[in-house]
């Protein structure tokens, strides 16, 4: 289904049961649970599906050894069952992935080996392996580049890892499979309420045409992470601040920094926080960061002493040692957290548990939470909804849902196998014209045809949906996406009937965006 069909059903359609505002991995979940028990459901989202938090993650499926480590025992083993859900129903988008500690004091060795283990434990019988003590030889094997004074050993354990972005626009396929309606560039301009002021819909604006529209439904549900607090404020002006964003920083380095497949993780840094560098796409992902701000924002920088933590924690187990000319990208998130009840709450001893909230007007407002327990997120949130009697009941259908694109197996070593069964069709369009066989930029492994399939199946609108979030580029090499945006804006402009002005404009905004992703 194409967006001019979508943008029929939302103009045609009188009412809706389940109506969603946001299409991060928390909006798009709760799109996905509703359609398929069966509730006619719109979701729109002001920008591109993923386009804030939700493409920016450290691209871990994980029950979070750190919140084990803060005795949240229950949110790691809701999300160690969630994990494990998710790499039997997204295949083709996740891998176990091998994660090394290394020790530098045999107390490290015996703590994290024991710690560990009980990990394992919490994740029952989806646990994705066992965790175990090796020696220094092994932790130097397994880690080519680690620093080896004073190395005593390590523990390796198993976690996920996963392409965010391309689960979050499956997860819109998935819905819109289902009979959802789901709009990316639909911004929500205000909530509508009946006589006894209860909200039951939205006024919406199509950010492409600037046409405007009424959607009425039995429930409506915030799921816009870190902006929860601004549709909060359109029911309630006078409603309290539910959400302080943390700021989450990454910066991609090549690959030869840490070669081989396993990842390498830091449990506690100079601040007590949690280091990760973990192979992704070819690259090596390195971060995070956890600093409170005081404002939502689509775009967020990284901090001066955000990308200074990270090169000088690398470089202290590196024995190659990362620069700022060594950054390919660098990119920034934010959380949605609990608002701290006091002032000076420090971000890591924040909850990670999500809340969902009804507000009097019966607006429901779900926050927190994280990538890893988006479908239970989405089950508990529908589950409210039924609860408070505007929905009747239908029983979940995620837990065994094959997530479109669901291939049996796929090669992990296979550049291009996020794809999954649409890789065939994306490999008919080169059959049919050869010249889409082209690559976009040397070393990468994107070629036009791909560029064709994002726009004529995957709802892409923008220069940068197609360079950040269907193919994964800009968070990749920044440069590299800068070098390939011309040719993907003429394809786009070929398809979307644009004109050179066009063209002109998103060139200048791409190359804008992409200044945010580079440090050089």
């Given at each position: 289904m194409n967006r001019m069909q979508l943008i029929s059903d939302l103009s045609s359609t009188k009412s809706w049961d389940v109506i969603v505002i946001g299409g991060g991995a928390t909006g798009l979940g709760i799109a996905m649970d509703a359609a398929t028990r069966g509730y006619k459901t719109l979701l729109v989202e002001q920008a591109d599906y993923s386009k804030g938090t939700s493409s920016k993650a450290t691209k871990l499926v994980h029950g979070g050894v750190r919140y084990m480590a803060q005795g949240d025992l229950g949110l790691v083993r809701e999300a160690c069952h969630e994990r494990g859900l998710l790499l039997k129903n997204a295949p083709h988008l996740t891998k176990n992935e091998t994660f090394v500690i290394p020790n530098y004091s045999l107390f490290n060795n015996i703590k994290y080996t024991i710690g560990l283990k009980f990990y394992d434990l919490l994740a029952g019988k989806l646990s994705l392996g066992a965790s175990k003590y090796i020696n220094k030889k092994k932790t130097i094997e397994a880690l080519p580049t680690i620093r080896q004074e004073g190395l005593k050993g390590g523990v390796v354990y198993h976690d996920g890892q996963f392409d965010d972005s391309r689960l979050a626009l499956n997860v819109a396929q998935t819905a819109i499979e289902n009979g959802a309606t789901v709009l990316n560039y639909v911004k929500v301009t205000g909530l509508l309420k009946d006589n006894n002021k209860k909200v039951n819909g939205i006024v919406a604006k199509d950010i492409e045409t600037g046409n405007t529209y009424e959607a009425?439904?039995?429930?409506?549900?915030?799921?816009?992470?870190?902006?929860?607090?601004?549709?909060?404020?359109?029911?309630?002006?006078?409603?309290?601040?539910?959400v302080r964003p943390s700021q989450g920083v990454h910066i991609t380095l090549d690959h030869s920094f840490l070669p081989g497949d396993n990842a390498l993780m830091i449990p506690e840094t100079d601040d007590g926080r949690v280091l990760f560098a973990v192979p992704w796409h070819g690259k090596l992902i390195v971060g995070t960061t956890d600093t409170l701000r005081d404002h939502p924002e689509l775009e967020p920088h990284a901090l001066e002493q955000e990308i200074e933590f990270i090169l000088n924690t690398a470089a202290k187990y590196l024995v190659k040692k990362p620069t700022r000319k060594d950054v390919l990208a660098v990119f920034a998130g934010l959380r949605p957290l609990a608002a701290p009840s006091k002032d000076g709450a420090k971000t890591k001893e924040i909850s990670r548990s999500h809340k969902i909230i009804v507000s009097e007007s019966g607006l429901i407002t779900i926050t927190g939470g994280k990538w890893t327990t988006f479908r239970r997120m989405a089950q508990d949130t529908i589950d409210k909804a039924i609860e408070t009697g505007v929905l009747s009941a239908k029983e979940c259908k995620t837990e065994h849902l094959p997530?479109?694109?669901?291939?049996?197996?796929?090669?992990?070593?296979?550049?291009?196998?996020?794809?999954?069964?649409?890789?065939?069709a994306i490999n008919k369009l080169v059959a049919e014209d050869h010249s889409?066989?082209?690559?976009?930029?040397p070393n990468f492994p994107y070629n036009k045809a791909m560029v064709i399939w994002a726009i004529?199946?995957?709802?892409?609108?923008?220069?940068?949906?197609?360079?950040?979030?269907?193919?994964?580029?800009?968070?990749?090499?920044?440069?590299?996406?800068?070098?390939?945006?011309p040719v993907v804006a003429q394809l786009m402009a070929r398809e979307l009937n644009r004109d050179a002005a066009w063209i002109q404009a998103e060139l200048k905004d791409f190359e804008t965006l992409a200044k945010g992703y580079t440090l050089n």
């Open positions: 009425h439904g039995k429930v409506v549900i915030n799921a816009t992470g870190v902006y929860v607090d601004n549709i909060l404020h359109m029911d309630r002006p006078d409603a309290p601040h539910m997530i479109h694109g669901y291939v049996q197996t796929s090669d992990e070593n296979d550049p291009l196998r996020f794809y999954g069964a649409d890789m065939t889409l066989g082209e690559l976009l930029v004529r199946n995957e709802y892409a609108r923008r220069v940068e949906d197609v360079l950040g979030r269907r193919l994964r580029l800009l968070f990749l090499d920044v440069h590299a996406a800068i070098a390939a945006a």
